[in-house]
């Protein structure tokens, strides 16, 4: 089984930027492709981005192209999502997710997830 944390989220101006870590505990990190999804009021949980465990290789929504990247250190168990030129559109309750097979776009495919983190953009 394993236990997500999400951390570092906030408020933010229109243009600013935050990193969002996810610590994993209970399984072999470096074996999960690790998805970041979002949820804002009244909407359906979206993709964010993936990273997939064995060819690294990363897929971000569209609206996330360009601004967000997102990153993985095994040694630390941890994956990161780097958002810069943060929009009002990216007020969402963040979430990390694990799946132990390869990238995919569909939050049903994760089984593990984390509680999220609260990113406000707000002038």
């Known amino acids: 089984q394993v236990q997500l944390v999400e951390s570092g989220g906030g408020a933010v101006q229109p243009g600013g930027s935050l990193r969002l870590s996810c610590a994993a505990s209970?399984?072999?990190?470096?074996?999960?492709?690790m998805g970041w999804f979002r949820q804002a009021p009244g909407k359906e949980r979206e993709f964010v981005a993936r990273h997939v465990w064995n060819t690294g290789a990363t897929a971000y929504a569209d609206s996330a192209e360009g601004r967000f990247t997102i990153s993985r250190d095994n040694a630390k168990n941890t994956v990161y999502l780097q958002m810069n030129s943060l929009k009002f559109e990216d007020t969402a309750n963040y979430y990390c997710a694990a799946r132990a097979g390869y990238g995919s776009r569909s939050a049903r495919e994760y089984p593990y997830w984390g509680q999220g983190t609260q990113v406000t953009v707000a002038s």
């Open positions: 209970g399984g072999t990190f470096s074996r999960y492709t």
